[in-house]
């Protein structure tokens, strides 16, 4: 199961690419918007007007792949550094719309300069021109309109582009997190410190890491100021230690008293050079053993 942090992580990335989405998308429809509008007049249309068309409309398609690629394949190292080269690259892009967008800068008022002509801002709307609407010979099919309103649709262009261009950025940075992330998450796998899930399952940092015994199972516990024990629990299914309790040895009926040495069984006999053993196997006349 992913972590929270990393689903939060892509949701992040996919919310900053939505939005430069939004921004890509802004420049293309403006920029598409002003040459439908010089094309339909059959006026002079600039290169720059044209890369900014093909820039923004470039952005606004690898912005769709880049949603869902995020979603579903975010962090994984393949996609993540080529995701990184295409944000840098369309960094540059960015960077070049806003310069070739620069005039949207100055105020919208007095004299313009606008990718629609230069002149007073207050000018007549154009509208559809002389030939009206329609589709007959020398008629428009697009409205232009004045060259305030003009200027304020090159100043949007201009302001979107700069906060793609800084997006874009944030963007880049972001994927080289995913991808440490998505590592960490593939280094640690389920255990009891992450709670059986996928992760790294970091502790707080007021929590000491518990410490691992040394001892095996098998054998009896200790404990500070205890000695140790010889016999297993009863409620463990193995037994380790032997049946009967040395002298000095614990035992569980009686914890921590040594047991006492048992004497008075029998007496060991001692031997003599003509008897090793001690016994007495001779008999005296009379004496029925």
């Given amino acids: 199961m992913p972590s929270v942090a990393g689903g939060a992580l892509r949701l992040f990335q996919t919310f900053l690419y939505a939005i430069?989405?939004?921004?890509?998308?802004?420049?293309?429809?403006?920029y598409s918007y002003f040459l439908s509008v010089l094309s339909d007049r059959n006026l002079p249309i600039a290169t720059w007007k044209k890369a900014v068309e093909?820039?923004?409309?470039?952005?606004?398609?690898?912005?769709?792949?880049a949603v869902l690629l995020t979603?579903?394949?975010?962090?994984?190292?393949?996609?993540?550094?080529?995701?990184?080269?295409?944000?840098?690259?369309?960094?540059?892009?960015?960077?070049?719309?806003?310069?070739?967008?620069?005039?949207?800068?100055?105020?919208?008022?007095?004299?313009?300069?606008?990718?629609?002509?230069?002149?007073?801002?207050?000018?007549?709307d154009p509208g559809y021109g002389q030939g009206g609407f329609g589709f007959g010979k020398g008629q428009n099919l697009t409205y232009a309109p004045n060259l305030h309103l003009a200027c304020r649709l090159n100043t949007v262009s201009f302001a979107v582009s700069i906060i793609?261009?800084?997006?874009?950025?944030?963007t880049a940075l972001m994927q080289v997190a995913l991808v440490r992330h998505h590592r960490r998450e593939k280094r640690y796998g389920p255990s009891p410190a992450n709670n059986y899930t996928s992760g790294s399952g970091r502790r707080r940092f007021w929590r000491r890491k518990p410490k691992s015994d040394p001892k095996d199972?098998?054998?009896?516990?200790?404990?500070?100021?205890?000695?140790?024990?010889?016999?297993?629990?009863?409620?463990?299914?193995?037994?380790?230690?032997?049946t009967m309790a040395a002298p000095g040895a614990?035992?569980?009926?009686?914890?921590?008293?040594?047991?006492?040495?048992?004497?008075?069984?029998?007496?060991?006999?001692?031997?003599?050079?003509?008897?090793?053993?001690?016994?007495?196997?001779?008999?005296?006349?009379?004496?029925?053993?």
């Fill in 20 to 30: 430069i989405f939004c921004c890509s998308a802004i420049i293309l429809g403006v």
């Fill in 54 to 65: 093909g820039l923004s409309g470039a952005a606004t398609l690898y912005m769709i792949f």
């Fill in 71 to 124: 979603c579903f394949l975010g962090g994984v190292s393949f996609f993540a550094f080529l995701a990184v080269v295409l944000d840098v690259l369309f960094i540059a892009a960015m960077v070049a719309i806003a310069v070739m967008t620069r005039d949207g800068a100055h105020s919208c008022t007095g004299v313009v300069n606008t990718p629609l002509g230069n002149g007073p801002s207050n000018s007549k």
């Fill in 164 to 170: 793609a261009a800084f997006l874009f950025v944030v």
């Fill in 217 to 242: 199972s098998e054998l009896g516990t200790t404990g500070a100021g205890v000695p140790p024990t010889d016999i297993r629990p009863s409620h463990d299914t193995a037994y380790t230690g032997s």
């Fill in 250 to 289: 614990i035992t569980t009926s009686s914890p921590y008293k040594p047991e006492v040495a048992h004497h008075g069984y029998h007496t060991q006999p001692t031997g003599t050079a003509v008897n090793p053993y001690g016994y007495d196997n001779t008999r005296t006349t009379g004496t029925n053993f």
